[in-house]
């Protein structure tokens, strides 16, 4: 039977349903206080553990989400507070749900999104320590799994107990982590799917849709399908060395979003022409102050050493909103505002920027710019006129300064993802926010405008956010004039496949 949901994360798989939500009743154990505290420990641990092994295959962004993951289940409030269930006469395993739940009720009802998302986060470590004290993980089903959840969480994923085939999630949106992890390691998810199939029936995940109990013919097309895509994937990576260009020549020049070694290896490795944008602020999101000169060098030349003798964008630090360490809480700048708040520091990064990109051909970028003055203002600290300084348009007041930025800068380029979500006035985190979310009549004329404007004052315009790797919004945006994308390196060869096509 076809159930249909909303797209998660793309693909075909085929498993075994698996409701990772059925836990053993409670009352399991009258276990004291050291037995709740190592049940934490245990998942912290598990989840430490997997991050490290997910580093090791290249895949940062579920490793730091597993390592977030591992924090909160250290976090000295979750464990005093089950802790304080046990002494109150709670059987260990009820205390960890309780305390868990309750986090998570108050985290939800915070006004700040980003904390708000974090209740599923500490819902999904809770259930992991319940588990724990009732003897393990272990599912009854032989993989690969179809795992169904009320709320899946990233750890779902990352901690399953066997070889994941697909996912389906009643209650998330495509900007959930757990759909980041799912697209990151090709697991396609749907949501908002409340299934009552019982565990260890064959289902099939396909694009938006889930199929219970699949019909031979239905299974035949699955594993065809999931074949075709392994197929697809190997004859694409053999094409790497193909130009980048439309059908009727129009070259377009393929860059990457980096923030990690790995990720800069794999994007030269996928015939990337450089580095579109390097994320600097993500070592530096627990920092207790201002990173100094030495700790951007330290971060950022392994990130640059696989670029060397390409372009690389290295963007200067994009705090604020949800990416706001400790030092700066409350603080309501964001992007180069706020780092023009702090002029030493600014220059420091800046400074660090042009010894760790020495052997690249260097860019500098500003996230989130509002005026000319903030990119002149940055020139001055920069004081080096041959490294050209570039201004990301992702903002109203962007788009309104538009003709004096694109005076100001050297190059412009689009965020897409805070660009849609300003214009549209969604937060960021939004589950109806998606990358094709740029292709919406407000967003599109304010990209055309953009490029627009690029062209009177011969600058050139390149867009960076997640719309330039989708398939329904890359072809737009190079109709508007867009001729550089700078896009994930796992969506480089499909990108450049795209472009060939058109
Ligand atoms: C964007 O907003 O589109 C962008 C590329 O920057 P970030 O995702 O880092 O905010
Ligand atoms: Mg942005």
Not at 102 to 110: I, S
Not at 219 to 237: F, H, I, P, S, V
Not at 270 to 289: D, I, M, S
Not at 464 to 471: E, F
Request: net charge negative.
């Amino acid at each position: 039977m076809r159930h249909l949901g909303t797209p998660g994360a793309p693909g075909v798989g085929l498993g075994r349903v698996w409701h990772v939500d059925r836990v053993v009743p409670a009352g399991g154990g009258l276990a004291g206080p050291g037995d709740v505290l190592g049940a934490f420990d245990a998942v912290a641990a598990r989840l430490r553990a997997r991050a490290e092994a997910l580093r090791g295959d290249g895949l940062d962004e579920p490793a730091d989400i597993a390592e977030t993951m591992a924090l909160i289940a250290d976090d000295p409030d979750l464990r005093e507070a089950a802790v304080a269930e046990v002494r109150a006469g709670q059987p260990a395993d009820t205390a960890a749900r309780v305390a868990a739940e309750r986090y998570a009720t108050m985290l939800a009802t915070l006004p700040d999104p980003a904390l708000a998302e974090r209740a599923t986060d500490v819902r999904q470590v809770g259930r992991r320590a319940v588990a724990v004290l009732q003897g393990g993980v272990a599912s009854t089903v032989e993989g690969p799994l179809v795992l169904v959840g009320r709320e899946l969480g990233a750890d779902d994923l990352l901690d399953a107990p066997d070889e994941v085939a697909g996912a389906v999630s009643l209650l998330g949106g495509p900007n959930a982590h757990v759909a980041i992890v799912a697209r990151a390691l090709g697991v396609p998810l749907v949501f908002g799917l409340d299934l009552d199939a019982p565990d260890g029936a064959l289902a099939i995940v396909d694009g938006a849709s889930l199929i219970v109990g699949p019909s031979d013919g239905e299974r035949d097309a699955a594993l065809a399908a999931m074949r075709a895509a392994g197929e697809r994937r190997a004859a694409l990576a053999v094409e790497r060395e193909l130009p980048a260009a439309t059908r009727d020549g129009r070259a377009i020049t393929l860059l990457a979003n980096v923030s990690t070694p790995d990720e800069a290896a794999a994007a030269v490795a996928a015939g990337a022409a450089g580095a579109g944008l390097v994320r600097t602020e993500l070592p530096f999101l627990a920092a207790t102050a201002w990173p100094t000169e030495a700790d951007h060098v330290a971060a950022l030349r392994p990130v640059l050493a696989p670029l060397a003798g390409r372009v690389a964008t290295v963007r200067t630090l994009d705090f604020g909103g949800d990416k706001l360490p400790p030092f700066l809480d409350g603080q309501s700048l964001r992007g180069v505002a706020l780092s023009l708040s702090a002029p030493d520091a600014l220059a420091a990064q800046l400074r660090a920027i042009r010894l760790a990109g020495a052997d690249t051909s260097l860019r500098v970028m500003l996230p989130l710019v509002e005026s000319a003055e903030q990119v002149r203002g940055c020139r001055e600290l920069l004081a080096s006129p041959s490294v050209p300084l570039g201004a990301m348009i992702e903002l109203p007041s962007a788009i309104d300064a538009i003709e004096a930025i694109a005076e100001a800068a050297d190059f412009l380029s689009i965020g897409s993802n805070d660009l849609s979500a300003s214009l549209l006035g969604l937060d960021r985190r939004d589950p109806r926010l998606t990358p094709a979310s740029a292709a919406e009549p407000a967003v599109l004329q304010a990209i055309a405008a953009v490029v627009a404007a690029g062209g009177r004052h011969g600058k050139p315009v390149s867009v960076c956010g997640d719309a330039a790797a989708d398939p329904s919004v890359a072809p737009l945006l190079i109709g508007l004039g867009c001729t550089v994308l700078s896009v994930a390196p796992s969506a480089l060869d499909e990108v450049r496949a795209l472009i060939r096509m058109l």
